[in-house]
């Protein structure tokens, strides 16, 4: 079977830095709605449209077709009482605005931290890099009508609810 709208695609993956340092390695594929779903980035979801088992594939990501540009203004000084006593660097926090939804929030990592002050980043990780993700085809199937109803896999390598 080959990768077409609406297929369920298994794949490995590593994910390298544009210094060719590896970032990230799926011990067990993974799995995506091929389509337009949102489960992968678009390019490589392009560049695996029509392949089947056993493709290898690599695709160099510029910061926009990855995780955006890096935003200096997402990086947010705060009072350091406004922190749990253990608060250390690299720890994460999830917030947003007083009157914010859930959906309005965002993950802040702690990058500083000093007597007075905590600086927090809520930047992904890797915005603002080129990658080079490179990735094996393992299986591809029909998704099932569940699945599309609800725009994302279900079960192994997916999502669970």
């Known amino acids: 079977m080959r ?44 560049a695996l449209h029509g392949k089947d088992v056993g493709t ?3 695709v160099t990501l510029q910061p926009d077709d990855a995780f955006g540009e890096y935003d200096h203004e997402l990086v947010q000084v705060e009072a350091r009482s406004a ?8 720890m994460q926090f999830e917030g947003g605005p007083e009157d914010a ?8 990592t702690v990058v500083e931290i ?3 002050e905590v600086t927090v980043d809520s930047n992904h990780p890797l915005a603002g ?11 591809v199937r029909q998704a099932t009508a569940e ?9 192994d390598g997916g999502y669970v609810h």
């Open 147 to 155: 699945e599309l109803m609800h725009g994302h896999v279900h079960g």
């Open 114 to 116: 000093n007597d007075d």
């Open 83 to 90: 922190f749990p006593e253990e608060v250390t660097v690299g």
């Open 129 to 139: 890099k080129t990658l080079s993700f490179n990735c094996t085809v393992t299986g």
């Open 101 to 108: 939804d859930e959906e309005d929030f965002s993950l802040y």
């Open 56 to 58: 290898q594939c690599s």
């Open 3 to 46: 990768i077409a709208k609406d297929t369920v695609v298994s794949l490995s993956y590593e994910l390298f830095d544009s210094e060719g340092d590896l970032l990230e390695k799926v011990d067990a594929p993974v799995s995506y709605l091929h389509g337009g779903y949102d489960g992968i980035f678009p390019l490589v979801e392009e």
